[in-house]
């Protein structure tokens, strides 16, 4: 057996820091961009970086277009190896996503300059951005916009209570895709059954993870989108997550849509009770009997 060489979390810090360092050298002269913070791991102390992770660094620009359009600029702070734009999580914006040499991974995100200005001249009874409840670390703030931001908080938005209409939509949604999924399978389609099976019921279960995590220990941190799920679900759910998972193959996604099932109907049971919520169980039962008629091939 190949030895796996031992990572050097330390030589991978100083590394990110002369990628900062050098991409300070090029902002503080470039007329763009007005302000650099870093977000996410290695600006929190809740979970914070290991030798895996990335840098997340907002850029405060006068204008994004040639930071998307062009990728040139990527360079200043170190060999690229891959780069890439996508959307932002929250949908508004961009960012470019760098590979460096090294494997250092750098997503750098771009806000608007008038949105930035809106956000900070609300004083420091406005709303911290998400990305930033967790920790920030501010690098370069050239007009001063930022510096009436208020500390971060260290930790994650508010839970926001899930509402009865929220939870039945959910549980609705769930059960008519364990049959739309059990169509595509009895079709031969492998690629949108398994998808459904491990993508999209996967969200919706994991959704469900959250507000069963929230309904039966208030309080929990949920994180985003899955982050540190192993940590805050209910460890029976954990457990059972390996087998809900499947192979390309018709009869392991059929055995990992059943497991799915099942999951889901115990989390949503037990959060339903928890929180007062009525059940759609005949729709329920309909779907899920539907779902196994299908398998069966009746």
């Known amino acids: 057996m190949a030895q796996v060489t031992p990572v050097d979390a330390a030589a991978i810090t100083q590394a990110y820091q002369r990628l900062i360092e050098n991409f300070l050298g090029w902002a503080q002269a470039e007329e763009n961009i007005r302000a650099a913070v870093v977000i996410g791991s290695r600006a929190r102390t809740d979970h914070p970086a290991d030798a895996?992770?990335?840098l997340d660094v907002i850029l405060v620009v006068q204008d994004m277009q040639p930071l998307v359009e062009d990728s040139a600029?990527?360079?200043c702070a170190g060999r690229p190896w891959l780069t890439f734009i996508e959307?932002?999580?929250?949908?508004?914006?961009?960012?470019?996503?760098?590979l460096?040499?090294?494997?250092?991974?750098v997503d750098f995100a771009f806000v608007p300059l008038e949105q930035a200005q809106m956000l900070c001249a609300a004083g420091p009874s406005a709303q911290m951005p998400d990305v930033m409840q967790r920790g920030y670390h501010v690098l370069l703030d050239?007009?001063?916009?930022?510096a009436g931001l208020p500390p971060s908080p260290g930790s994650g938005a508010?839970?926001?209570p899930v509402s009865q209409a929220e939870f039945l939509n959910l549980v609705n949604d769930f059960w008519y895709h364990t049959a739309w999924t059990a169509k595509h399978l009895r079709r031969g389609e492998l690629w949108w059954g398994k998808g459904c099976c491990d993508d999209y019921l996967k969200g919706l279960l994991r959704r469900m993870l959250e507000w069963h995590a929230q309904a039966t220990r208030p309080?929990?941190?949920t994180w985003l989108r899955g982050r540190f799920l192993e940590e805050w679900a209910d460890p029976r759910a954990v457990a059972a997550l390996p087998q809900a998972y499947a192979h390309y193959q018709a009869q392991d996604i059929w055995r990992a849509l059943f497991v799915t099932m099942d999951l889901f109907a115990w989390l949503e049971q037990e959060t339903a009770q928890h929180l007062g919520f009525p059940r759609p169980l005949e729709g329920e039962a309909q779907a899920a009997a539907l779902t196994r008629q299908l398998f069966d091939g009746r």
């Open 219 to 221: 309080g929990t941190d």
């Open 158 to 160: 508010p839970f926001e």
């Open 52 to 54: 895996f992770s990335d």
């Open 87 to 98: 959307r932002t999580g929250d949908g508004r914006s961009w960012e470019r996503r760098v």
């Open 100 to 105: 460096y040499e090294g494997g250092l991974d």
């Open 73 to 75: 600029w990527v360079g």
């Open 142 to 146: 050239k007009d001063g916009l930022l």
